[in-house]
Nanobody, 125 residues
Framework: QVQLVESGGGLVKTGGSLRLACAAS????????MAWFRQAPGGEREFVAS???????SYGNFVKGRFTISRANGDNTVYLEMNNLEPEDTAIYYC???????????????????WGQGTQVTVSS
């Protein structure tokens, strides 16, 4: 099992930026697929971005170049840089991981094994 702890959420105005961090501990981090999901009130958990052990990235369609996912294997940390935030980005953002070494893409929450507790992101208009 991998333990995940998110940080970096907060309140920003439309057009602002935030950088989320997810610190991982436990099982070997470098072989894990890492991802960010988000969940707005009353909504389902939505795929935001993922990054493979080779730093291959994938993003949800709504991202449109505004977010960047990255990982620092030496620090066991994955980041989500979010720019040009909109009120529609308001949600709890969760970090997730799956022990997987390969090229397959995983965008469903049910495909991930471990989750953090989430960090609230609120974008005011």
């Amino acid at each position: 099992q991998v333990q995940l702890v998110e940080s970096g959420g907060g309140l920003v105005k439309t057009g602002g930026s935030l950088r989320l961090a997810c610190a991982a501990s436990g099982r070997i981090f470098s072989h894990n697929r890492m991802a960010w999901f988000r969940q707005a009130p009353g909504g389902e958990r939505e795929f935001v971005a993922s990054i493979s052990e080779f730093s291959t990235t994938s993003y949800g369609n709504f991202v449109k170049g505004r977010f960047t996912i990255s990982r620092a294997n030496g620090d066991n940390t994955v980041y989500l840089e979010m720019n040009n935030l909109e009120p529609e980005d308001t949600a709890i953002y969760y970090c997730a991981t799956k022990y997987y070494s390969g090229a397959r893409l995983f965008t469903s929450a049910s495909q991930y094994d471990s989750w953090g507790q989430g960090t609230q992101v609120t974008v005011s208009s």
